[in-house]
């Protein structure tokens, strides 16, 4: 057994700016923007419903450590609460509202069936063995098991889990009911009912839009320069993408540092070494930079893929990009988006920009309840349409409101969920 201090150490104080004010800023103006109801806000403003759990975990040595864990429902009125499982130190229950929040207006906007939800723990994986991340998963997911469910709420990976964690939460889940519910978690891996596709697919749906953007701003693809931030889930395949369709990815960076090369990274060299030593830094043929020095580079378009806030006051007058493409949530503060729209930078919004992970999910959940699978080709074209569709939606609507992006996606979204709520009605 730990020591008291042991069982009494809390996890570090977020760092961030706050998110859930940003989402809340955002929600206001297009209740505004859409002459809807004061209570329509309130109503928006705030979560379904929340749970926290305490989360104790038996570590490999013996002693025990506690973690808190949330999961929030923001919204459920188009369909089963969704969204991504966050293993982070700096995890807290406002961020998980915000990106609860968020997860709801991106279903919308993509128009799959689907309401907002976002979970939570927080602690830092990389401290910890295989072993114990399952053994808090598994009780992650035994505490909220009562509000969890294909058609209830369905976890999907975020930053510090994987597939191996929507396995555990499967698993968990299906015990517990005494038969096998593959449809509880999306972003499973392929042999337990994952979709083919969907490990990249938040990737391909920010290449997707990355290009239709560079093409809305009149920016050639080809050779125009690149800078990811983030070499994650997210970022990785990215980078990836980019290079493949031409463009020339100049810089990419991790939690560690950034790496650079004007005449463009070889990016599968780079993500050799990350898989062998755990970042980018010094990968072959690369040149070491600052890590936030990367968001301020002379490129064309800049990809933000690591977490919120990464874009801020501070830091938003010496952004040079041309356009910014969201692969993360919620990486422009609403300081930073004005200081951006005043410099004439395009900013694609992650409700629109990182949909794609959302839309693949559906496509696994509905192959899973199913138990019918669709080829990789059949999963990337719909994807693709998809996101082309909700693209051209959210320019044209911004066209005609004079509105920028992240404005037009997130009014066409609330606007969505507000008429479900005025069809289905209020109970009692
Ligand atoms: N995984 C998905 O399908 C998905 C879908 C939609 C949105 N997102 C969002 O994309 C973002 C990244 O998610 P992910 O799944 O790739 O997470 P991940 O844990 O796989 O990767 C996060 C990456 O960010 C890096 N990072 C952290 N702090 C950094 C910093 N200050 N500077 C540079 N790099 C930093 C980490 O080193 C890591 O490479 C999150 O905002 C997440 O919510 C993820």
Redesign the pocket.
């Known amino acids: 057994m730990s020591t008291d201090t042991n069982i009494l150490r809390t996890p570090p104080a977020p760092v961030r700016a706050a998110p859930l004010e940003d989402a809340r800023r955002q929600l206001a103006e297009a209740v505004s923007h859409l002459g809807l109801s004061e209570g329509t806000y309130r109503l928006l403003a705030h979560p379904r419903r929340e749970v926290t759990v305490s989360v104790p975990l038996r570590l490999d040595n013996g002693d025990v450590e506690l973690y808190i864990g949330h999961r929030v429902q923001h919204n459920f009125s188009r369909g089963p609460a969704k969204g991504?499982l966050?293993y982070?130190p700096t995890v807290d229950l406002d961020e998980v509202r915000a990106?609860a929040m968020w997860m709801t207006w991106k279903s919308a906007l993509l128009d799959v069936p689907y309401g907002g939800a976002k979970g939570g723990i927080a602690i830092q994986p990389r401290d910890h063995s295989r072993a114990e991340l399952e053994r808090l998963t598994r009780r992650y997911t035994s505490e909220i098991l009562p509000v969890i469910g294909p058609e209830r709420d369905i976890p999907?990976?975020?930053?510090?889990?994987?597939e191996s964690t929507m396995a555990w939460i499967m698993d968990t889940y299906s015990v517990n009911s005494g038969y096998t519910v593959p449809g509880v978690v999306t972003?499973k891996p392929l042999e337990l009912g994952g979709s083919l596709g969907r490990a990249s697919?938040?990737s391909r749906g920010v290449t997707h839009i990355a290009l239709a953007a560079l093409q809305h701003a009149g920016i050639a693809r080809r050779g125009a320069r690149v800078a990811v931030?983030?070499?994650?889930?997210?970022?990785?395949d990215a980078a990836r993408f980019l290079a493949e369709a031409g463009l020339r990815v100049i810089a990419v960076?991790?939690?560690?540092g950034?790496v650079h090369h004007d005449g463009g990274l070889d990016i599968a060299a780079v993500v050799r070494h990350l898989d062998v030593t755990g970042?980018v830094v010094g990968a072959p043929g690369s040149d070491e930079l600052e890590?936030?020095a990367?968001l301020e580079l002379d490129v064309e378009l800049l990809v933000p893929?690591?977490?919120?806030g990464?874009i801020h006051e501070g830091n938003a007058h010496r952004v040079q990009a041309r356009v910014v493409v969201e692969?993360?949530?919620?990486?422009t503060t609403t300081a930073a988006d004005q200081v951006l729209a005043d410099h004439g930078v395009l900013v694609v919004p992650?409700i629109l920009a990182?949909?794609?992970?959302?839309i693949v999910s559906y496509f696994e959940w509905v192959q899973s309840n199913q138990t019918y699978w669709w080829s990789a080709d059949e999963v990337e074209s719909r994807l693709e349409a998809r996101m082309l569709s909700a693209w051209e939606q959210v320019v044209r609507f911004a066209a005609d409101r004079r509105l920028s992006l992240r404005a037009a996606a997130t009014a066409l979204a609330v606007g969505r969920v507000a008429e479900a709520h005025r069809l289905r009605g209020l109970y009692p």
Do not use: F, H, I, W
């Open positions: 991504g966050r982070a990106l999907a990976p975020d930053v510090g889990t994987d972003g697919a938040t931030q983030g070499m994650g889930k997210v970022g990785r960076s991790d939690q560690y950034a970042s890590r936030e990367l893929a690591a977490l919120e990464a692969g993360a949530n919620g990486p992650d990182n949909a794609g992970g959302v």
